[in-house]
């Protein structure tokens, strides 16, 4: 909300209503969009804000409601809970989600808002050598159970890059309600089986990929300035054999990105293997020997670049590991701000389905889902 907006400038239009029951209560939860009033809209509304109004209400008190204002979820534009209800004693307890950082406790004649983070600090100190605690992906008020995501701690060093297809860990946290807050009292560790979402992985490539290929589904550029060409390899060895010598289009300018454009199907020690080689659409120069190469081939790492995406990233946000359940990794741009899309990488060095591991220009490491070809390309 705007800092000191007034109720008048807001209306509400009711989205939906989960009624939770547990020990005998029952207890709903309605969430509902936030908008401007504009009296000259058809409807009366005006732009959509970024929070939602949920309302908390005891089905045996009429007229005993609760109302607070929650952030939507950045990456999908809308408000994401998975509303649960417990008790602490006789105390009805209800959490909108692993993610949300409030609880709410029913108390006789107020709400009494605590901070569910305390269970996942707790837990995230007790993680195994050679992990690095993620997000909160569930918790289970009735089972008192939080789990975390965990993911290598070198996940995102370009000499040991992670991939969708790792076998994913989670820490499991067993609960406790302690003075009014959820609290760990123990963890262990699973390993589950790995299921990155449609989003994360892409589509599957046409055309079976090499042994040993880490599939990708993204675009990217080749670099620019590269004195005599940048050649395109049979496999991905400095000694295998050049198919073809690729030019490379000459800087004018500071924001000249003009660049040959690929398409990106794979990454293998340090190696990715692309197609589709093509001249940008908005290309104005001389076009003599720039004939588009449409065979496989393999470049080194070292000779491709791209520009970050718009694919549900909050600006500034990359992330350790290709998951947006790993840890945030904050990232700006040389003048001061925050990472954002259409700016360009320092560094390219693995991909794995559409995360695209990077270096920033200022040299900040981690990982992006997301790269693109053209500047005016948002990857939507």
């Not at 969430?31 to 509304?45: I, L, M, N, Q, S």
């Not at 076998?167 to 302690?178: C, I, Y």
């Not at 994360?200 to 090499?210: I, Q, T, W």
Request: net charge positive.
């Amino acid at each position: 909300m705007r800092h000191g907006a007034s109720v008048e400038a807001i209306t509400c239009l009711p989205e939906r209503t989960v009624t939770l029951e547990a020990g005998g209560e029952r207890v709903s939860v309605s969430t509902a969009w936030v908008f401007d009033v504009e009296p000259r809209a058809p409807k009366g509304t005006g732009s959509r804000r970024r929070v939602s109004l949920v309302t908390i209400a005891r089905a045996a008190e009429s007229g005993s409601a609760y109302r607070v204002f929650v952030y939507q979820d950045h990456e999908t534009d809308r408000l994401t809970i998975e509303p649960a209800l417990a008790h602490d004693g006789a105390t009805p307890v209800v959490t909108l989600g692993p993610k949300q950082p409030r609880g709410f406790r029913l108390e006789p004649t107020r709400l009494v808002t605590f901070d569910t983070r305390g269970w996942r600090d707790t837990a995230a100190a007790q993680t195994p050598a050679g992990t690095t605690p993620g997000e909160a992906v569930s918790l289970d008020l009735a089972a008192l159970e939080g789990r975390i995501a965990l993911f290598r701690a070198d996940a995102g060093s370009p000499r040991r890059p992670a991939s969708l297809d790792e076998p994913a860990q989670v820490l499991v946290a067993s609960l406790a309600f302690e003075a009014g807050a959820l609290v760990t009292r123990s963890v262990r560790v699973e390993t589950r089986r790995p299921a990155p979402a449609a989003v994360d992985r892409g589509r599957p490539p046409k055309v079976p990929l090499p042994e040993g290929t880490q599939v990708c589904h993204m675009a990217g550029n080749l670099k620019q300035n590269v004195r005599g060409g940048i050649p395109l390899r049979a496999g991905p060895s400095r000694q295998a054999k050049v198919l073809v010598t690729l030019p490379s289009l000459r800087r004018q300018h500071e924001n000249d990105f003009l660049s040959l454009e690929v398409s990106i199907l794979g990454f293998r020690d340090g190696w990715f293997l692309i197609d589709e080689i093509r001249l940008p659409l908005r290309h104005e120069g001389p076009r003599r020997g720039l004939r588009p190469y449409r065979e496989r081939g393999w470049v080194e790492a070292r000779f491709l670049t791209g520009v970050i995406g718009h694919t549900g990233q909050a600006l500034g946000e990359m992330r350790q590991a290709p998951s947006t359940d790993a840890a945030l990794v904050e990232a700006f741009a040389p003048e001061g701000n925050r990472l954002h899309f259409g700016d360009e990488p320092r560094q390219v060095f693995a991909c794995s389905g559409r995360w695209a591991l990077i270096e920033t220009q200022t040299r900040t490491q981690g990982w992006w889902r997301g790269l693109c070809a053209d500047l005016n390309n948002r990857c939507e």
